[in-house]
């Protein structure tokens, strides 16, 4: 059974301040994506990775996937209170669905 | 180009009752995936399907639960007899292809469903 470990589960923290989200797993992924939800929304893609050692950026958003294609982090950089949300890992399997990690509860005060 | 589309956003129903959530990919979109979100927990896979037929349906409970996705039309999760332990937030996703690994799902709004 492939698992996805999220951590941590809930983040607070000051506006300004820098933060990484870590997501592991000991299963081999195909690809790996981030979302972040809003409450009473669905999940918005962030990013996908697929070549393991990938990093992406996205403005202040910094995505590294692992080597072995079995970890990824989200590393925020002077976070601000629009980043609060509930951040998503979800491994993509060959048969296509997705495994989530159980998220991470962001919060960002001004 | 519209979005993932998923009707109706709330369904109330009381237990016994049958309950239909449905879902319209994005254009051009053959995959459909349903997801469920319980309270304070992640999403869990539920089922896989392309046109017409069912890939995977591993995360989906033997009875009571059934989805389709006709040739023509939305894509149908059905739950039959719901009971209170049902109430969760049902989500659908797209995608393209799943081809090379590179398996991009899109997300609906989700149905929150209470059984009362």
């Known amino acids: 059974t492939q698992l996805l470990e999220q951590s941590p589960q809930f983040l607070s923290i000051q506006e300004g301040e820098n933060l990484t989200v870590y997501c592991n797993s000991s299963?081999?992924?195909?690809?790996l994506q981030w979302y972040r939800q809003e409450p009473g929304e669905g999940p918005v893609l962030l990013v996908t990775?697929?070549?393991?050692?990938e990093v992406k950026k996205l403005k202040r958003l910094t995505f590294q996937f692992g080597d072995a294609r079995k970890d990824s982090s989200l590393h925020i950089t002077a976070a601000q209170p629009g980043d609060t949300g509930l951040y998503l890992c979800?491994?993509?399997?060959?048969?296509?669905?997705?495994?989530f990690g159980q998220g991470t509860t962001l919060q960002v005060k001004p | 180009n519209a979005g993932v589309m998923q009707n109706p956003r709330h369904l109330v129903r009381r237990r016994g009752q049958e309950a239909r959530l449905r879902c319209s990919p994005m254009k051009g979109h053959s995959h459909v995936y349903w997801y469920r979100q319980l309270p304070e927990e992640g999403l869990k896979f539920m089922v896989y399907l392309q046109k017409e037929n069912i890939i995977d349906e591993s995360g989906m409970p033997k009875e009571r639960f059934s989805a389709e996705f006709p040739k023509e039309g939305p894509s149908i999760l059905r739950i039959q007899q719901v009971v209170r332990g049902d109430s969760a937030a049902y989500f659908c996703?797209?995608?393209?292809?799943?081809?090379?690994?590179?398996?991009?799902?899109?997300f609906g709004p989700g149905t929150r469903l209470t059984v009362l």
């Open positions: 299963s081999v992924f195909s690809s």
């Open positions: 979800a491994g993509s399997s060959n048969t296509g669905k997705l495994i």
């Open positions: 990775v697929v070549t393991g050692g």
């Open positions: 996703a797209s995608s393209p292809s799943i081809a090379g690994g590179y398996n991009e799902q899109f």
